[in-house]
């Protein structure tokens, strides 16, 4: 009995030898040679080989902007990023920027700077997404990042600052400002960046003011436009003057807002006004 089971332990060990043996070998061909015939036997095995990114010697990248660089707000801000970083690391990375460039053209100033050899490009409004994405499809061999939108590819991303959680504290400040009740907003466009911004402005302000004993009410005006100092100042006059605001956050790009409640209070009368996204105190005491 024992060398029965000993001798079917041997032929399951063969045969599960010759199996795993005949899956593992490599591909090898076998000619036999049998009465002036010949017979070829090819195994054939495939491998899958993952390419590898090689990234470029040196960065060229591109920065597209919707404003002038000089309007001391977003678009000076996102060239203060790029001037530092250029400086930073010069050794492997070049920059260039084009300013003030209507969302409609992105693509074209993208065009012009994939010709002229750049491989990395930022572009840096919440309107220039869909021009954004459409380039990128045809290049997938390069790299592009969109501030403040949503559209993603394999060779593109997004990026944005919590910056809600700052208006939430300007809110915060607002609420314990505020004589009247009432404060202000001046929005470029109610896309959902700056819905959410003046939503956490809302909370903070309502949070305060009703520990004080205060109804409070948020009026937001609309302008349009993500630089218009003409208009962020009209805007500003109408809140103050025809709904009684005594505090004003706002989402536009220039110091127009600022200079506007510097100018009420050296008239007597108290504006208070949060700086959007630089340090605007040159403009505002």
Known sequence: ????????????????????????????????????????????RTETVTPV??????????FIYVGPIGDFGWTFMHDLGRK?????????????????VPEGAVADRLRDLIRAGYNVFFTTSFGFMEGTHAVAQQYPN????????????????????????????NGLAAGALTKTGKVGYVAAFL????????????IGAREVAQQRGLNLTLYVIEIGAWYDPAKARSAAETLVNQY??????????STAIVEY????????????????????????E
Not at 88 to 98: A, G, M, P, Q, S
Not at 194 to 201: G, K, Y
Not at 246 to 253: L, N, P, R, S, W
């Open 142 to 169: 390069l790299i592009f990042w969109h501030c403040s939108g949503y559209l993603r590819d394999k060779n593109m991303g997004t990026y944005f600052a919590d910056f809600y959680q700052i208006y939430y504290l």
């Open 191 to 202: 896309i959902p960046e700056v819905v959410r911004h003046l939503s956490a402005f809302a």
């Open 84 to 100: 530092v970083v250029a400086e930073l690391y010069k050794d492997w990375l070049e920059t260039t920027y084009y300013e003030s």
């Open 53 to 62: 990114y090689t990234p470029p010697e040196k960065i060229r990248a591109g």
């Open 244 to 253: 009684g605001v005594d505090v004003i956050a706002f989402t536009e790009d």
């Open 261 to 284: 409640a510097q100018e009420q209070f050296s008239l007597g009368k108290e504006i208070y006004v949060f700086s959007h996204y630089s340090p605007m105190y040159v403009y505002g």
């Open 1 to 44: 009995m024992l060398l029965v089971g000993l001798a079917i332990a041997i032929i399951v060990v063969g045969v599960l030898g010759y199996y795993i043996g005949s899956m593992t070998a490599p591909t090898q061909t076998t000619t036999v040679t049998q009465a002036a015939q010949t017979l070829t036997v090819t195994t054939t």
